[in-house]
Nanobody, 124 residues
Framework: QVHVVESGGDLVQAGGSLRLACTTSGLTFNDHAMGWFRQAPGKQREWVSCIASSGGTTFYSDSVKGRFTISRDNAKNTLYLHMNSLKPEDTATYYC?????????????????WGQGTQVTVSS
């Protein structure tokens, strides 16, 4: 059973930076693409970014492209999300999850291991 723990969320001012981390267990980490998702109060869960199993291919939603960077350390079974130039609209609970394939998939239904998430709050 896939288990993930997200961390690194905090309250920051607009324009600030954060680094989120996601540690995993119960899977062969380097066999799976990994994704970051977020959910703001009253809104549906939104895909943010994904990285292929090797780390060689990354994807970003238009809303974060150029500001966020996804990375992974396969030796540590850990996924990261580096968030720069944060905006109030980035406020949400951030989740990581494992793709059922080595490559990124578009539907959240193709991901597993949803954790408790980590809260990011950006003040204006």
């Amino acid at each position: 059973q896939v288990h993930v723990v997200e961390s690194g969320g905090d309250l920051v001012q607009a324009g600030g930076s954060l680094r989120l981390a996601c540690t995993t267990s119960g899977l062969t980490f380097n066999d799976h693409a990994m994704g970051w998702f977020r959910q703001a109060p009253g809104k549906q869960r939104e895909w943010v970014s994904c990285i292929a199993s090797s780390g060689g291919t990354t994807f970003y939603s238009d809303s974060v492209k150029g500001r966020f960077t996804i990375s992974r350390d396969n030796a540590k079974n850990t996924l990261y999300l580096h968030m720069n130039s944060l905006k109030p609209e980035d406020t949400a609970t951030y989740y990581c999850a494992a793709s059922r394939r080595a490559y990124c998939l578009s539907s959240s239904h193709d991901y597993s291991g949803w954790g408790q998430g980590t809260q990011v709050t950006v003040s204006s």
